[in-house]
């Protein structure tokens, strides 16, 4: 029931009802037009009334009203001087169902304007009226052939500039959105996302892993937490983008180094969604990739071993460590641990081994402190090493006694004035051949995300980005030095 403005006014003196319905603002002090009524007493109607308004588990009182406008003229008594309900009447007219009463609108010829004089005509002029409207319309008139081809011929047109604009139009909206469908035509962009060489071997890779993505187990945000090592918990739900792009997203935050807020402006999600899509992908692909086997047999490597290492024929994998600096905690203790007096930084290291042709081990990391020989011990490579085979590092892991091989490493000047020309040449020749371990440390430091300072917020996951850093480089880079392509392998691709 509509009340006009104009009956809301201020009443003096007296006590104000109100209406119990909600978002129902009605009350007896602005007006003395609307009504108000107490709920019935019989208890089958009383719980209609209050199922109507949406009041269940409400309690009812004398002072519990609902106003007028609740209920439609039909529910009123006619003829009295008070405004009495029917009985049986039930509330119908709220806000939630749009329900009002409004006057009933005039029709058009009610609406219309017209002269209060107006003269009636004879039968003649109305008929002469009528032939001359007549003559200005053609309704039993056909149209010409040509005129119908004509017509044929603009609509072909129109159904193929419609064609048109909407595969400009799919072609704006995939320049707008940015994913990987975006880049497909651009080998330079996606080596610069992803470090994959071209779309195709990207595809290829995807292709690969494309069938275990439907078991991933997505990574949940605990309650108050929004950084990398929250709390984990598996979830059914996925995000808006497409699992391809999740997988572009992540490898977009680990080559280029892209921060969350702006991973999120450019894909149009949140932060914190950011945050658990790098999560997720950072433990699949760990535990995907993980599952691989890299550490290759001693028959395979001499297979494939190239001529270069002709002099050292046994040599199964060549080792270094590397270092992530990473943030300064605030603790004294903890910043003694993963302080490097090597790097005068705090960090996370590291211990790669590879083959010739790609990276065949990859230790966890563990605090900046600790030195060559532990960290070779704690690695757990000294359990893959048999007699037959030989490992090539540097001077400063001293692990004689905990492998069970051969050592190619540099010689020590051994308390003498220079060194001998024999070991000199020995050292050289080592040398030559554990620059491509460093090289293969630098493809994976090429990923700008470990450029920057690694948050201690990462602590709980940059184990598994590094790790997976690591391996992804088996398949987005070709052999070392292109003259290897021919040695390991026809599939290989060669990019330096």
Same mark, same amino acid.
């Given at each position: 029931?509509? *009340? ?35 709920? %019935? ?40 001087? =008070? ?30 304007? =017209? ?6 005509? #004879? ?20 149209? +010409?052939?040509?005129? *119908? ?62 069938? @275990? ?18 709390? +984990?918990?598996?979830?059914?739900? %996925? ?6 792009? +999740?997988? $572009? ?6 080559? *280029? ?6 991973? !999120? ?10 945050? =658990?899509?790098?999560? /997720? ?10 599952? *691989? ?19 050292? %024929? ?16 605030? &603790?004294?203790?903890?910043? &003694? ?74 010689? $020590? ?32 430091? +090429?990923?700008?995300?470990? #450029?920057?300072?690694?948050?201690? @917020? ?19 880079? !070709? ?15 060669? /990019?330096?």
């Amino acid at each position: 029931m509509n *009340v006009s403005a104009s009956v809301f006014q201020k009443r003096e003196g007296g006590a104000s009802e109100h209406c119990s319905v909600p978002l129902c603002s009605v009350s007896s002090r602005y007006n003395s037009v609307v009504s108000f009524h107490s709920f %019935p007493e019989e208890e089958t109607l009383r719980k209609k009334w209050l199922v109507k308004i949406r009041r269940e588990n409400f309690t009812v009182t004398k002072h519990t009203k609902v106003c007028s406008t609740h209920f439609t003229e039909s529910d009123f008594v006619v003829g009295t001087s =008070r405004r009495r309900l029917k009985k049986g009447s039930v509330p119908t007219v709220f806000e939630w169902n749009r329900h009002t009463q409004t006057n009933p609108r005039l029709g058009v010829w009610e609406r219309r304007e =017209r002269p209060s004089n107006v003269t009636s005509l #004879d039968d003649s002029s109305a008929a002469e009226l009528l032939d001359v409207s007549l003559q200005h319309h053609d309704y039993d008139a056909t149209p +010409e052939p040509g005129a *119908v081809d004509l017509l044929i011929m603009k609509n072909k047109e129109l159904e193929e500039e419609l064609q048109q604009l909407k595969a400009k139009l799919e072609d704006l909206s995939v320049k707008q959105r940015f994913g990987l469908q975006r880049f497909v035509g651009s080998d330079d962009d996606i080596r610069f996302y992803t470090r994959f060489a071209t779309y195709d071997h990207l595809m290829a890779f995807w292709s690969l892993i494309e069938p @275990s993505t439907s078991k991933m187990l997505r990574v949940g945000q605990a309650s108050g937490g929004s950084h990398l090592n929250a709390p +984990e918990e598996a979830v059914s739900r %996925p995000t808006k983008l497409t699992p391809i792009d +999740e997988m $572009f997203l992540f490898l977009m935050y680990l080559s *280029v180094g892209l921060k969350q807020r702006d991973l !999120g402006h450019r894909f149009f999600i949140h932060r914190t969604t950011v945050s =658990r899509i790098i999560i /997720t992908w950072a433990n699949f692909l760990y535990t995907l990739l993980g599952s *691989v086997c890299i550490w290759m047999p001693p028959e395979v490597i001499k297979a494939h071993l190239p001529k270069e290492f002709s002099r050292y %024929p046994d040599t199964q994998v060549v080792i270094d460590c590397t270092e992530l600096r990473c943030q300064t905690p605030s &603790s004294l203790l903890l910043q &003694s641990e993963v302080f490097s007096t090597y790097k005068s930084h705090c960090t996370f290291k590291g211990m790669l081994g590879m083959a010739p042709h790609a990276v065949t081990f990859v230790s966890a990391l563990y605090q900046g402190s600790i030195s060559d020989k532990e960290i070779f011990r704690q690695s757990g490579i000294t359990s893959l090493l048999t007699p037959d085979m030989a490992i090539m590092v540097d001077k400063g892991f001293l692990v004689d006694d905990l492998v069970p091989c051969k050592i190619h490493r540099p010689a $020590f000047l051994h308390k003498r004035t220079q060194m001998l020309e024999d070991d000199v040449r020995e050292t050289q020749h080592i040398a030559r051949l554990r620059v491509h371990v460093e090289r293969m440390i630098r493809r994976v430091k +090429e990923n700008k995300l470990f #450029d920057t300072v690694i948050p201690l @917020s990462l602590t709980g996951s940059i184990n598994q980005i590094f790790t997976v850093a690591c391996l992804l480089s088996n398949y987005q880079n !070709g052999p070392l030095v292109k003259k290897w392509a021919s040695v390991g392998g026809k599939g290989c691709m060669s /990019t330096e």
